[in-house]
């Protein structure tokens, strides 16, 4: 039978492991991991929260009349989705945003701390739950901010009127509208946050990373990611460890009518496993043996004819390269980011630069039960201050 290649397969929707997908050692007691047939992929956890928010409305809650909507090129939304999706605009953004703010008396950083902080406590709690269990290996949450732009879809339906009903309907089901969170921003806007953030002593822990990502799809039911480096020669892949794709407990998009870019809060989690199944243990390896550093290739891997699979079970099913310049402060950490990633379901591909920010300070407090003494909330107001103040514009200014 002629070898298909993965890109050209279909693949089935998958799950995060259940309890009952392990096996137990009889030798060690310790746990392996073993895929299951059913479920579909993990990426919303059972109790996630999503929602949308906007800052900059006038004082009866309605977009400024020089807001409007307009279409943006994007190849990878528009190869997926057939259609060019829209972002909102403020034809000259006052800058000004006390005059536009939800409340005279209330700072934007402050409305926003407001609105997410019972759904931020309430999702943290499922994560401190799902640790607990202690079931799936070691369970690592995070807490980040992404920049960028959402990105609205559903060309001619969309509209300011159902947008605007999507902000007011925030907890209802209906009037829900189809968007995605671009996080793809400018050349001159990273380097403009790196000049910011040269001079911050809180940020003085500077470090560059590079990674490859191997995301490995079973047929019998799940998609794990495998986490490389680059060999000291180079060519080939150093295997670091085998988590889990990313679960989100909440989302919250704030769309931020005075500024040049919007926010994304997520809270998410990922399951680093020790110990693989033997048979998964070895398709893993042997995947990711086979693979070829090449600048020339989506997503910077490659691999021999055939090799991108293992038997008629496991195979390739999207690539990462991502290269990092970390910015570590004792409460956040902030990462710019040159991604190039590579789907072989869809045949899709993303190249883009990225600013995240990791608010690892919250994280821990949240962990450690700082959220009773009212720390977290006091530190997230002063983080989404400083995203805001520092973030949001072309210049990394606040006006």
């Known amino acids: 039978m002629a070898h298909i290649p993965s890109r050209k397969r279909s693949l089935k929707d998958v799950e995060d492991p259940s309890p009952d997908q392990f096996e137990r050692n009889s030798k060690s007691g310790k746990r392996k991991w073993q895929p299951s047939d059913r479920g579909r992929n993990p990426a919303h956890m059972e109790h996630f929260i999503s929602k949308i928010w906007a800052v900059g409305l006038t004082d009866d809650g309605c977009f400024p009349t020089l807001v409007r909507l307009e279409s943006v090129s994007c190849e990878t939304f528009e190869c997926k ?13 006052s800058r000004d945003v006390n005059k536009t703010s939800p409340s005279s008396t209330k700072s934007p950083w402050l409305f926003i701390a407001e609105k997410i902080q019972q759904d931020l406590h309430t999702s943290f709690q499922d994560v401190m739950n799902e640790m607990g269990s202690q079931k799936f290996g070691e369970v690592k949450p995070s807490f980040v ?6 990105y609205f879809h559903g060309s001619p339906s969309i509209s300011l ?6 902000l007011v309907a925030e907890n209802s089901s209906q009037n829900k509208v189809k968007k995605t969170f671009c996080t793809n921003v400018p050349d001159v806007y990273v380097e403009a946050v790196e000049r910011m953030l040269v001079p911050k002593t809180r940020f003085g822990n500077v470090s560059r990373k590079e990674h490859y990502n191997v995301k ?19 060519g080939k892949l150093e295997l670091h460890k085998v988590e889990s794709i990313t679960a989100r407990h909440l989302i919250a998009d ?19 496993f020790g110990k693989l199944h033997d048979d998964v243990d070895r398709a893993v390896r042997e995947l990711i043996k086979s693979a070829k550093i090449d600048p020339n290739a989506k997503g910077g891997l490659s691999w021999p004819p055939g090799k991108e699979s293992f038997g ?8 990462w390269h991502t290269k990092f310049k970390v910015f570590k402060g004792p409460t956040m950490t902030v990462k710019l980011r040159d991604a190039d990633r590579f789907d072989f379901k869809s045949s899709t ?15 821990r407090q ?13 530190m997230l107001q002063e983080t989404l201050k400083f995203l805001w103040d520092q973030l949001l514009n072309h210049d990394c200014s606040s006006m």
């Open 366 to 378: 949240l962990r450690d039960g700082g959220a009773e003494s009212g720390a977290v909330d006091e």
């Open 216 to 234: 490995v799809l079973d047929k019998l039911g799940a998609t794990i990611s495998c986490k490389c480096s680059p060999t000291e020669d180079g």
């Open 254 to 272: 704030i769309l931020c009518l005075d500024k040049d870019f919007d926010l994304r809060l997520m809270l998410a989690t990922r399951k680093t």
């Open 312 to 319: 008629d079970r496991f195979s390739v099913s999207a690539v």
């Open 161 to 166: 009127d159902t947008i605007w009903k999507s």
């Open 81 to 93: 989705k057939r259609e060019r999706p829209k972002v909102l605009v403020h034809d000259h953004p």
């Open 349 to 363: 591909v993303q190249v883009t630069k990225e600013v995240i920010v990791k608010m690892t300070e919250i994280a």
């Open 145 to 150: 901010a992404r920049i960028g732009k959402v």
